[in-house]
Structure formats: C-alpha cells, structure tokens
C-alpha cells in the first residue's frame, strides 16, 4: 500500500515546508527557552564549582552570599581556619554593578579575592589569558564575555583597575560575568560614599557629644576612623582537608562559631530552588504557553488541511477505503509537519537563537529528545480534530445530489 | 434473469418520520445485465441522487430487496456485514467530476483500490496500466490528474471505476461536463467495457445527447420507476 501522506507532502512540498518552518521557528523559541532554564542552571553550579569551596560561611540565618546580603567581619576566617578539618580558608565579597570603561559600562559581578596562590578558594581557577592578581590593588582579572581586553583599565568606583588576566565561563547565578580584584580593594568599593556624604557623616559624628568628650581626647578620631573602614566580607570559603566530611566540619563550625554554614548541595539548592526559582517559574510558563500555541498552530493547520480535501476523503470513503487508513493520512501529515518543524526548530536553536541570545543558552541532547517527543504528542493531539473531522465527512458527498 | 448483473425490487427510502417523513423513493423496479449499459433520467429531485446512494451502499433503504449477481445484499436490511467492501470490491462508480486524488499520479490513482483491497502494489499498478491501455490513456500514466484534459481526467475516473472488475457501475452524470464529442466517447467507452468485462452499468444522466444511446432507459418520477425502450443508437455513428 503506498503512502497517501507521503505522496500529498510530495505534491504539496512547498505549503509543508513553508509552513514547517513558521512552527519550526516557534519549536526554536521553545527550545531556547529550555536551553534558557539549563544555562540558569548551569550558570549557577558554574559559581559554585568555579569558587574552589567545599562550604560557605556566612552570616548568621541568612542564606548568603548569592541570595541574601551576609555580613562577617573579614578575622572571621582566624577561628575557621583552626576548626577541625579545614584546609583552606579565604574571603571573598561579591558585589553586582555597573563596571565602566571608555565611557561604556558593562554589567558584571565583582568579586574581591583574598591573597593568596592560584588554588585559593574564590580565585578563578583557570585563565584564557594573562596572570593572576599578583599585587594588592588595582588589577584585575576578568571574564571574556565582559569584552575587556588584556592591558584595558576599567573604572570600579572611584579607582581604576588594569586587566591582566582573563577567564572564561567565570559567570554569576543570574550569567552576569565576573571581574576579580583584590579583596581590599573590593570591601572599600562595596560600602564606598561619596565625599560629601563623609564630610557629612563626620560632621554629624562631631556633633555627637557622646562621640566629642574633650576630656577624652582621641576619642573622636578613633569613631571617625571606624566609619571610614569596612571591616566586613560576605562569607568565608572554606576547603575541607581530604578524608574529612564537609558535613562534619559544617556542624562544627555552626556550632562553635554560631554562624551558618552551607555545604555545596545546600547553596546550589539555595541558587536553584530559591534565587532562579522565579526565573524558572517564567520560563515554564513560557514554555506552556508555546506549547498550547504550537498546539493550535499545527492543529489550525492540518485542520485547514483536511479541510481542504474534504471531496478526496468523501471519495476515498466512496471507494471502501478504511478509516485507520484516513486516519493514518492526517496522522502521518501532522506527524510530518511537526519533523519538519522539530528540525527547523533543532537547527535554527543551535545555530542562530543560542550564539546571539544575551543569556548563555545551554541546548542539552536529552532536552532536545524529550522536545522531539513533545512535538510528535503534541502533533497526534492536534490531528485528532481533523480525524474527527474526516470521519463525519459522508461518502455520499462524492455522489452529490 | 442471469446470475450477474444487479436487480431491485420495491426499493423504498424514507426521510425523516411522523409528519415530517418524505418518501424519496416508494417503489423502485430495476434490473440490468452484465454487460449492458442503462440510463436512468428523472427531473431534479424526483429521487435519482438517493437511489444512486441506496444502489451504492452509502445510505441504507428503508425496504425492498437488491441482488447483485447472485447475491441478496439488501432485503429489508443489509445482508452484508462490511459495505466499504463491498462497495470497494464489487460497486465501481464514476461520478459527474472525476474527482481523481491530485496527489497520486494516474496510474496510483487507479491502483489505490485494488491496493486498498490487499492486492500488491505491482499487481495494482499492471492492472492499472492494462486498462488505461485499453481507455488510451496509458501514455499519460505518470501524469498529474491536474495536467490532464477533461477527457482524459474522466477516462481515468472510468478505469478507476472498473479497476476490481465489479459487477455494477453506477455513474453519476459522467458526462455533464463534457462537448458532445467528448460526452459520446465516454458512453462508448463504457458500452466497451461493460461488454469486455461484463459490468454493469447505470448511467443517471440528464444529458439530451447521449440518451438515444441507451437500449433501456428507466425513468424516475416522485420516487417511482418506469422502463422504457430506448433508441439504441451506437456512440460511434452518432460522433460521425
């Protein structure tokens, strides 16, 4: 038996392939967005992996540094660094803003990194290109996808900072790319105010009789230079010694400490179920939402279709042909439609939606197996209007009459 | 009477019920040989459509008896479980249009019914081409139906028709969109082929210049049908 769906693509190529590829189009948008939600993800586990720590120290019932702002004083690291366990300990500060440079700025996540050696916790572990921080101000290594070039001075407040090293895929949860200066630099920048706001402060600090005792002199200078200093950081890093439990050293440290401490699956659940779990939320929807319309697009479409050889099905039905062979026409015809498109969809994702989108967009096989099976189901869906439809026609059309 | 051919007796169909019923057809008598070709000529709604959809196994009578060949397939209710068979296997029809399916080239268009009927695509496609050979259109086998003249598309809708050998053609008008020339080939080909394969054939037909054709013709009116002698001229010598 030939292939009636088969010889009617072939007969009509021209309004499939047109049409397949207006829903292939639509399946790419679908996939991206799916690739969309997979390079969140990514992005996040990116942070983690690329931060060289086993825990993160933070402040007390916040669930910093990524989700919540988290205060620790920057000696913190002292009492860890001697718990049980712990290898390795380092500072860091995260702050997200606006990095200027030319007279352009770009949207990156700074970190400021403790001095140390390459291996460090928070220190990128590899670069593409130049060095690592090796003086304590006023260099910094940045991401690629900043744009910033080997030897290029960008502006981070009020300082400015030579590029000497660069890294890759160095992204924070929201794929934001990273800039690393040295940690000092990086505590002045976070709380940094303007200097009318210091003389200000200062003035009001004078004022204060409680601060201003001439009969305790120094006193003043000694309250004034608290406020210009910033003694916090965000979290402490800790690596944990091998043979040890991170586990284990986390109890120790809340316990001891009073401070609240994360092991790797806790902050990649805090980044994936808490910080992009919005984010997540939409993309879903979005991806419903493309769905139901790739649904009433393709069942629009192969309705229209059957619509359109209403007088071969009355014919066909005539001359005894069977209805799972009707029913195989339209099914096979939606099927095919959703290939073409799926692999419209595939191609125009990979090669043209992923490499310009500004999120990285991370298009996973099984992602792209699961999306195949979707759009055959959602095909056999959409065809059963159009089945029923051309199981009412009445052979006795063919006749007239 | 012979054991081929297609006979009906008191054939009825009534529409709808109570007051609202309509009798389209309250006494039907027909019967016609393997291998004749009869006309069957009525005025717009006298009952032509619904007896041609009663004889073709697409709506069901309401009473009376239709053999075909040796056959009870109607006696006051189907006698035949599956009517797609029996429609695709033993009823050819060729209707006012050819209404051939575009997407299939000629030959498949004639082939899908003995496809349809389990036979093997090779088989299907020589039993196509040996009647297109016979109706000459052979040499457009490969063809579109849309590249064909109208002539042409009709004698493939004939070959089509004939393509599973069925006793009874029933065809529909066959020739309304035709010139007389072309009208007249027509109702020889189907004299042809009715006589080589023993089928056959009714024609409904209001057309004034293939009626002399007929050697019988049944006329229909208010449901009711009436045999006459008809004129019997050859297709050929009236062409000429």
């Known amino acids: 038996m030939i292939s009636l769906a088969g010889r009617d693509i072939i007969h009509s190529w021209g309004k499939f392939v047109f049409t397949g590829f207006g829903l292939g189009l639509l399946i790419g948008i679908t996939l991206s967005m799916a690739g969309i939600y997979r390079g969140m993800v990514d992005d996040a586990r990116v942070l983690l992996d690329n931060s060289g720590a086993d825990l993160w120290v933070v402040q007390k019932n916040t669930i910093g540094p990524y989700a919540e702002p988290s205060s620790l004083y920057d000696d913190t690291w002292r009492e860890i660094r001697g718990m049980p366990g712990v290898k390795q300990v380092a500072n860091i500060t995260y702050l997200t803003m606006q990095v200027a440079k030319d007279g352009s700025d770009v949207r990156a996540m700074v970190a400021g990194i403790s001095p140390g050696t390459p291996g460090t916790p928070g220190w990128p572990p590899l670069l593409v290109a130049g060095r690592h921080i090796t003086r304590s101000h006023y ?34 949860s929201n794929g934001d790319p990273m800039i690393f200066i040295p940690l000092k630099d990086a505590q002045e920048a976070q709380f940094l105010k303007d200097n009318d706001a210091i003389r200000q402060q200062r003035r009001r600090t004078a004022a204060n009789p409680a601060f201003n005792r001439p009969a305790v002199p120094g006193l003043l200078e000694a309250a004034v230079a608290t406020q210009s200093v910033n003694p916090f950081v965000n979290a402490v890093l800790v690596q944990v010694a091998s043979g040890h439990n991170p586990l284990t050293t986390a109890t120790s440290i809340r316990r001891w400490k009073n401070l609240t401490v994360y092991t790797r699956a806790q902050m990649e659940e805090i980044l994936v179920g808490k910080l992009i779990a919005t984010s997540a939320r939409q993309i879903f929807m979005f991806l419903v939402i493309l769905s139901i319309v790739s649904s009433a697009i393709v069942a629009f479409i192969i309705y229209t279709l059957t619509q359109g050889k209403i007088r071969e099905i009355a014919v066909l039905k005539l001359i005894g042909t069977k209805n799972r062979t009707i029913i195989a026409l339209i099914m096979q015809q939606s099927m095919a439609l959703g290939a073409i498109g799926f692999v419209v969809g595939k191609i125009s994702a990979t090669l043209f939606m992923a490499p310009i989108f500004p999120k990285y967009v991370l298009l996973l096989p099984l992602d792209s197996v699961i999306g195949f099976i979707a759009v055959m189901i959602i095909c056999i869906l959409a065809s059963i209007i159009s089945i029923r439809a051309a199981l009412k026609v009445d052979p006795a059309e063919a006749i007239g009459g | 009477m012979s054991m081929k051919g297609i006979r009906i007796e008191g054939l009825k169909k009534r529409y709808g019920s109570g007051d609202t019923a309509v009798d389209a057809l309250k006494h039907v008598n027909m019967h016609v040989e393997a291998g004749e070709i009869v006309g069957l000529i009525g005025p717009s709604g006298s009952g032509k459509s619904t007896l041609l959809k009663c004889l073709g196994a697409v709506i069901e009578p309401t009473a009376g008896k239709m053999v075909l060949g040796s056959d009870i397939i109607y006696d006051n209710g189907w006698r035949v479980r599956d009517l797609r068979a029996l429609r695709r296997d033993r009823i050819g029809f060729v209707f006012q249009a050819p209404y051939l399916i575009p997407f ?76 007389s020339d072309r009208a007249l080939t027509v109702i020889r080909l189907l004299n042809d082929m009715a006589q080589k394969f023993e089928t056959a054939i009714i024609v409904v037909t209001h057309d004034e210049k293939i009626i002399p054709t007929f050697k019988r013709i049944y006329h229909i009116r208010d449901g009711v049908t009436y045999e006459e002698k008809g004129e019997g001229r050859s297709p050929t010598e009236m062409a000429t």
């Open chain 1, 139 to 172: 260099e910094a290594v940045a991401d690629v996808a900043t744009g910033f070039k080997l030897g290029d001075v960008v502006r981070i407040r009020r300082n400015h900072y030579t590029v000497v090293g660069l890294t890759r895929r160095m992204v924070s």
């Open chain 2, 104 to 179: 299939l080239d000629v030959t498949d268009n004639v082939a899908l019914l003995p496809m349809l009927a389990g036979v093997s695509n090779a088989e299907s496609r020589k039993r196509a081409m040996e009647l297109l050979r016979e109706l000459n259109v052979d040499h457009r086998a490969h063809a579109m139906p849309s590249k064909l003249s109208g002539g042409e598309q009709q004698r493939v809708a004939i070959a089509r028709g004939l393509v599973n050998r069925p006793p009874v053609i029933l065809a529909d008008e066959p020739t309304a969109p035709l010139n």
